[in-house]
């Protein structure tokens, strides 16, 4: 019999942990009561929770449905489909008559539901060191970075942003930039149970403002910058600013909030913040606590010398262009509060290539370089071309769009943008419902 049984290594006896581990949202009830305890009840004194789902039309017997008003449709027309389905109680803001099932009512159901989800899958942010950043541009780029940082010394880090998710084992492509509140702990209880340790996480804008990660909990904290983005949702540049900033209450106690000491908006919140966080600032123009000499610049790359306190050291990376040079050096100071020294973090820069579609390069033996970039708005557009026109020994051409049923009040802008390139080609991108 011992002959015949399968020899377990460590990584496969891992691996079988990993099934037999129970599924994060199969764990003991959680009690509204302790969890909301400033929440009212009604039908009840209290309500115990096994599972839960904001959308009805996946609801089944024994769970609770988050009744959420969303930008387009509110949860309410859905509270007797998710009762018919078998829903036994209901998270929401205000009291239902004539319901049958019992009630919890709160001030924001949105962000009870994601503090819920967190609950239930037994609060995974709080066993992984999280890097959670946000910025109009630059975030996949800093959440990518940090992941190859951090696995260059040794450490599983998983990744949930634009590009894809990683639970340290597998990936998939993303759906949102920051997954729903469900699927965001989904992907952090995978990490744990994958015995991941850290996790860089993109948080955007309407995220923040959803509190689609209120069950989030970082260790760090990072703004890459604040220009103008989704003005069609946020509506002008003091309430996008006031949504990026929220990005400081997914903090752990104890935790740092880092932020570029180049860019306005980022200064902006520098001065509401005050002293109510630990600030480490880093750039490359203006005094900082993570400093940037820009040594190089060309299509093939960049070398820089990185200062931090005492320490320095010569960085090579074959990212291309100054704003990627900052994007680094966020990257390098979430690492070294991660423990990684600064000689650890420019050996892994060096190997650590650019994100899919981020100044990303195309060569299939053509005369002349091709780089193909995410930039949607002005200002990275802007760093874009300038980085492209400084080096080129030829004509700059650019091709770029605006995204239909979006902010148009960046449209002008992008234009303008592009004027610094020799050719600007336009083009109609996702024309969505508008016409091209």
Known sequence: ???????????????????????????????????????????????????????????????????ISGTQVDGLQFVGEAIGRGATSLLLEHPLPDVSVPQCIVPNARKAYAELCAALSGHPSRSLRIAAVTGTNGKTTVTWLVRSLLKSAGNRCGLLGTVEYDDGVETA???????????????????????TTHAAVELSSHALDQDRAAG????????????????????????????????????????????????????????RLGDSATVITFGIDSPADIRAHVLEESLAGCRFELVMGEEQVVV????????????????????????????????????????????????????????????????????????????????VICVFGAGGDRDRSKRQLLGNAATLADVAIVTSDNPRTESP
């Open 173 to 195: 492509v993303s759906s949102l930039t920051t997954p729903a509140a469900d699927e965001s702990v989904r992907w952090l209880g995978r990490m744990v149970a994958n015995r």
């Open 1 to 67: 019999l011992a002959t015949s049984l399968p020899r377990l290594t460590p990584n496969s006896l891992s691996q079988l942990e990993s099934r037999m581990s129970p599924h994060p949202r199969m764990r003991v009830p959680v009690s509204l009561r302790r969890l909301f305890p400033r929440a009212s009840f009604v039908g009840c004194a209290d309500v115990r929770v096994s599972d839960a789902t904001d959308h009805s039309g996946k609801c089944h017997a024994g769970q609770l449905f988050a009744v």
């Open 216 to 271: 989030v909990e970082a260790d760090a904290v990072v703004v890459t910058n604040v220009t103008q983005d989704h003005f069609d949702y946020h509506g002008d540049f003091e309430s996008y600013l006031a949504s990026k900033s929220r990005i400081v209450d997914r903090l752990k106690s104890g935790g740092s909030v880092f932020l570029n000491a180049d860019d306005p908006g980022c200064r902006q919140l520098q001065d």
């Open 316 to 395: 090579s990376t074959p990212l291309v262009g100054r704003h990627n040079i900052s994007n680094c050096l966020a990257a390098a100071a979430i690492a070294h509060q991660f423990g990684m020294t600064i000689e650890q973090i420019a050996v892994g820069l060096q190997s650590s290539a650019a994100a899919p579609g981020r100044m990303e390069r195309i060569t299939r033996g053509q005369p002349f370089d091709v780089f193909v970039d995410y930039a949607h708005t002005d200002d990275a557009l802007a760093h874009c071309l300038a980085c492209c026109k400084a080096m080129a020994t030829g004509r």
